[in-house]
C-alpha cells in the first residue's frame, strides 16, 4: 500500500513544454557551455556560492567515498524561465529560484539531501521581512526536458523512478535524500525550482 507520508517521491503531474522551450533544450544538450552551462563537480565549490556547513559536510563525504575531479553535472542558472514562472503560479511559490541540470552520459549525481542554502540566502536578501518555516513551507519541484533513456534512473528515499516522458513533474520531502544516474547513451536533462510556500 502507497505511503501518504510527506517524504514520499511523487509523480505529480505532467507540464506541456512548447516547441521553442525544446529547441532551447536541445541546443544546451549540444553545446552546453556556449549556452551558457557551468560545469558542476561534484566535490567542488558550487555554483551559486554560499557559506554552508551542510555542503562543505556533504563534499567531504563524497571526497571519502571515492568521487573524484571527474565527477560532474553541467548547471544552468535562471533559464526556462516561462516554465519557472508556470510551477510557480501552478504550486503556490510567489519566492523562488530555479535551475536546469544536464547529466552527460556516464556520469551520475550522487545521493544527498539538499541543504536549500541559496534559497534561505535569496529569502534573507530580497524578503527579509517574509516569515516561513523551510521544513513546512520549503518546495522542491523537478520537471523533465527529456525523454527516458534505457539506463537512466531518478530516485529519492527507497524509491526509483524510469519511463518518464518530457513535462512530467516529481516532488519529494524536505531534505529528504535523492540522486540520479545515467548509464545510458544520451544526456538526461531535467528543470527544477525550489521555493517557499506562503
Known amino acids: 500500500m502507497k505511503s501518504n507520508c510527506k517524504d514520499d517521491f511523487q509523480h505529480i503531474g505532467n507540464l ?10 536541445e541546443g544546451f ?23 554552508n556547513e551542510g555542503i562543505n559536510s556533504r563534499i567531504k563525504r563524497m571526497i571519502d567515498a571515492g568521487y573524484t575531479s ?7 542558472n535562471d533559464q526556462f524561465e516561462d516554465i519557472a514562472k508556470t510551477l510557480s503560479d501552478k504550486y503556490s511559490l510567489p519566492y523562488y529560484h530555479f535551475c536546469a541540470i544536464i547529466v552527460p ?9 539538499d541543504t536549500y542554502a541559496y534559497l534561505m540566502k535569496l529569502m534573507k536578501r530580497d524578503n527579509p521581512n517574509v516569515e516561513y518555516d523551510l521544513a513546512t513551507q520549503g ?3 523537478m520537471t523533465f526536458l527529456t525523454d527516458w533513456e534505457q539506463g537512466q534512473s531518478f530516485g529519492a528515499g ?24 545515467n548509464a545510458g547513451m544520451q544526456p538526461m536533462m531535467f528543470f527544477e525550482i525550489t521555493g517557499v510556500n506562503v
Open 16 to 25: 506541456d513544454i512548447n516547441s521553442c522551450e525544446l529547441t532551447n533544450v
Open 158 to 181: 527507497s524509491e526509483i523512478k524510469w519511463n518518464w516522458e518530457i513535462g512530467d513533474i516529481f516532488e519529494w520531502g524536505f531534505k529528504y535524500p535523492h540522486w540520479c544516474s
Open 70 to 76: 571527474n565527477e560532474h553535472f553541467i548547471e544552468f
Open 139 to 141: 518546495k522542491r519541484y
Open 29 to 51: 544538450i549540444n553545446a552546453p557551455y556556449i549556452n551558457g552551462g557551468v560545469k558542476r563537480i561534484h566535490i567542488g565549490e558550487p555554483t551559486l556560492h554560499v557559506k
Open 105 to 113: 552520459a556516464g556520469q551520475c549525481m550522487p545521493t544527498h539531501p
